[in-house]
Nanobody, 124 residues
Framework: QVQLVESGGGLVQAGGSLRLSCAAS????????MAWFRQAPGKEREFVAG????????FYADSVKGRFTISRDNAKNTVYLQMNSLNAEDTAVYYC?????????????????WGQGTQVTVSS
């Protein structure tokens, strides 16, 4: 079983950038496909970005494509989400998630392990 802890959230002005990190412990991160999801107030949790086990494949929600970049460093057991050109619609709690079956899925139910989330607030 893997434990995930997100960090890097905070308050940023529209147009700004943030880099989220997801540190894993308990098992080697290369065992998992990884993803970031987010949940805005009053809305369901939604997929943001995903990455396969070795970082050779990434995929994104249309709403963040070209602005966000997911990456991973398996040697550091960490996954990142670089977020640029942030706008108010990006305000949410951001969660990282791990899929032990490496399905590279957009679907929330494909992910077995979740972090506690980190708040991102974009002021306009």
């Amino acid at each position: 079983q893997v434990q995930l802890v997100e960090s890097g959230g905070g308050l940023v002005q529209a147009g700004g950038s943030l880099r989220l990190s997801c540190a894993a412990s308990g098992r080697t991160l290369s065992t998992y496909a990884m993803a970031w999801f987010r949940q805005a107030p009053g809305k369901e949790r939604e997929f943001v970005a995903g990455i396969n086990w070795n970082g050779s494949r990434t995929f994104y929600a249309d709403s963040v494509k070209g602005r966000f970049t997911i990456s991973r460093d398996n040697a550091k057991n960490t996954v990142y989400l670089q977020m640029n050109s942030l706008n108010a619609e990006d305000t949410a709690v951001y969660y990282c998630a791990a899929d032990r079956y490496k399905r590279n899925s957009y679907m929330e139910r494909a992910y077995d392990y979740w972090g506690q989330g980190t708040q991102v607030t974009v002021s306009s």
